[in-house]
């Protein structure tokens, strides 16, 4: 079975620019998330998609920060203006239920942006 | 918020002791918690989950949960080089579908 797959694996750019990232789920799980990992802390949900839908963004900067899940398959993460504190691996992940379980809820390698 | 504590370490341990990381949380109704290990630069990986008070054994890994106490530990026996990363504990609140991470243990087991 094919991981969750994310590109690209490692960008930087200047303070103010956007950047954009992409991932694509393990076939068939229905639950997307994106957290923000900044260094030396656990994982924060930024947003939970259930197919195309949003379930939870309570916790996305919705002023730089935004997402979306076409057709309910892949997904791409945008910061728009990007501000030095985003500097962080932004990792997906995904799973078949909707309720974390655990189960089957599994990590993408990440995306380490460095903001300069 | 939804509070998930651990102490930061570094833990160290020889090889072949015995690794014990624990994590408190603040949501009391939390159903389901779950142990994640992150090598450097790398994805968390799961190792093990737990939903009902007491332990529950996998290999060398012993998860335990004290809900009363709100308290989750993980120990790890016999513990090998291969085991030094940081460990994450991550909490399922009572509401909404979402972990709650702390902000992990770093383990270094010395040869």
């Known amino acids: 079975e094919a991981g969750v797959a994310q590109s690209p694996r490692y960008k930087i750019i200047e303070k103010r620019q956007s950047v954009a990232f992409w991932c694509n789920p393990i076939s068939g799980h229905a639950t997307l998330y994106w957290y923000q990992q900044i260094l030396g802390q656990g994982p924060k949900l930024l947003i939970q998609?259930?197919?195309?839908?949003?379930?939870?963004d309570s916790q996305l900067p919705k002023d730089r920060f935004s997402a979306e899940r076409l057709k309910g398959v892949d997904s791409t993460l945008k910061i728009q203006p990007a501000k030095l504190e985003d500097s962080a691996v932004y990792l997906c992940?995904?799973?078949?239920?909707?309720?974390?379980?655990?189960?089957?809820?599994?990590f993408g390698s990440g995306t380490r942006l460095t903001v300069v | 918020q939804k509070e998930v504590e651990q102490n930061s370490g570094p833990l160290s341990v020889p090889e072949g002791a015995i690794a014990s990381l624990n994590c408190t949380y603040s949501?009391?109704?939390?159903?389901?918690f779950f142990w994640y290990r992150q090598y450097s630069g790398k994805s968390p990986e799961l190792i093990m989950f737990?939903?009902?008070?007491g332990d529950k054994e996998d290999g060398r890994f012993t998860a335990q949960l004290n809900k009363a106490s709100q308290y989750v530990s993980l120990l790890i026996r016999d513990s090998q080089p291969s085991d030094s990363a940081t460990y994450l504990c991550a909490v399922n609140p009572s509401t909404g579908n979402q972990f709650y991470f702390g902000t992990g243990t770093s383990l270094t087991v010395i040869p």
């Open positions: 737990i939903y009902s008070n």
């Open positions: 998609f259930q197919n195309n839908g949003v379930v939870d």
């Open positions: 949501d009391r109704g939390s159903q389901s």
């Open positions: 992940a995904s799973s078949l239920v909707s309720r974390g379980d655990g189960y089957g809820y599994t």
